[in-house]
């Protein structure tokens, strides 16, 4: 039996739909790539009421951006798009996955959101973060064994159409890797402006140049406020907590 923090992987992200990991947090994810831990993203749906593409082509979109960003694994829960909600089977689908990979740190959606999907993951991950300590909320592996329960207080909110209500608790550095966040991106071509590239379909907010553009200039003015090019910014759920001043040195 596992210690309760005993960890195995680095981070999980989790998202409502394909391609909101990326959207958010591309560049933390590539940066974690490159630094070789392991990174697993969860998707809840396949994105099906989506006004562009389709669940299929979504699938191989996430697959391609998944090889680009170097992640370990990517799993989808198969919630139904567009209805997301805290009950008994979806707590269960996301305890168990928070259980098979017990990750040390977990980035979702923050509380306040345009897409009810996205608040209403946020109120789901909440409820399963707690349950996934708790012993009496039995849920078993693949195999049909009972998993061992699991916590971290590593947990962390993305920003995504909505500015924070207050500043970010911090930002990570993706100067570096940027380029491959937008790589990344690109890859969900049914979804965001790649030229030439699914022109006829309908408009939606992501599929603009100007939205592009957005990203980088949200990315470009945070870098700039931390003396950097680019930089994400995520809020904390737990205190942000240093076991010593020493790691900032
Ligand atoms: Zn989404």
């Known amino acids: 039996m596992k210690e309760l923090y005993e960890s195995d992987f680095d981070c999980m992200i989790i998202g409502a739909h394909p391609d909101d990991a990326e959207l958010c947090c591309g560049g933390t994810i590539a940066k974690l790539s490159k630094e070789n831990k392991k990174v697993v993203i969860v998707d809840l749906t396949r994105g099906e009421m989506g006004t562009r593409g389709t ?8 697959k391609a951006a998944s090889e680009i960003l170097g ?8 919630m139904r798009d567009g209805f997301i909600r805290t009950n008994e089977e ?40 707690f349950k996934i300590g708790l012993k009496k909320f039995v849920t078993n592996d693949e195999n049909g064994n009972p998993q061992d329960v699991y916590r971290t207080r590593n947990i962390y909110c993305y920003m995504q159409a909505y500015q924070f209500p207050k500043s970010a608790d911090f930002f990570v550095d993706i100067s570096d890797v940027h380029d491959i966040k937008m790589e990344a991106i690109r890859a969900f071509s049914s979804q965001v402006y790649v030229p030439g590239q699914y022109e006829n379909e309908a408009y939606t907010s992501l599929s603009t140049p100007e ?39």
Do not use: C, W
């Open 211 to 249: 939205f592009m553009e957005e990203l980088v200039a949200r990315d470009r003015y945070y870098g700039g406020i931390n003396g950097v090019k680019y930089a994400e910014g995520f809020l904390s759920v737990e205190p942000v907590f240093v076991r010593s001043l020493s790691q900032f040195l």
């Open 71 to 78: 992640v370990k694994d990517r799993i989808n829960l198969g």
């Open 90 to 129: 979806n707590l269960y689908k996301v305890v168990s996955v928070i259980r098979k990979f017990r990750p040390k740190i977990i980035l979702m959606h923050p509380s306040f959101e345009r897409h009810p999907d996205h608040e209403n993951t946020h109120i789901l991950v909440r409820d399963a973060l």
């Open 55 to 62: 669940e299929e082509i979504r699938e191989l979109e996430a």
